[in-house]
């Protein structure tokens, strides 16, 4: 079996919250996903769902859960299989722990699976206040000036994984008014662009001291 995990760079860089709580979270459902998966592996996934939710996913390519059990799964004692060779243990408690904690937490949790090919719980969390905050406080701006739409995407994409905040402007005039605006911490100059070339902006950009 693999491990593997991926946290998404738009997420602020810590957290406010009860570590315990996530901890047995997360614990209680790896615990499941490696139980319940003979061959292939269990992915972790930490990411932004809106600007003020994030969300925990653990995914496994194991046996999965029937549909008509899925409405029952979080139930106290429910488990799937309840022959007495059944030979993964446990008492049936788990599920239905974390979906109190998730509430407590003022949060969700969802479940997808494929019988014979795995299962997927996400958990969705509310960002706090301070939260936000932090990540605006942290966040890197960038500004991409660029009229050919795609390279904008691919630059603005590029961007995002690394772990900024892209805003792309296909316009010459445009991008003059915003550099007065903002302090963008990187910005990508196309130098032909319509209405004001580039080369005027970047003396902008200069003069300014950015
Ligand atoms: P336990 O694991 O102790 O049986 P849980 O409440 O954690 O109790 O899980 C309840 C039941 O849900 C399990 O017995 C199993 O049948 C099913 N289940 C939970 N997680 C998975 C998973 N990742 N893949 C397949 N079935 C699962």
Redesign the pocket.
Known sequence: LTLTGEIDPRLPKALKGDPRRLQQILM??V???V???ESGGIHIRLFLTTPTLWGLE?R?T????PEN?IEH??D?F????RTPTRQ???????????KQLVQLMKGEISIQ?APGR??S?TITLPLTEEDLEMKRAMSHSALIIEDDADLGTIFAEALRSAGFEPQVIRDGAIAQRRIKEVTPHIVILHLHLPHVDGSPLLAQIRSDGA
């Open positions: 209680n459902l615990n499941n996903a139980k319940f998966t653990v496994d194991g046996h999965g859960i059990e799964i979080f106290a429910h488990q799937v299989d993964q243990g446990g008492f049936g408690l788990g599920l239905s722990i974390v699976s795995g299962s719980f």
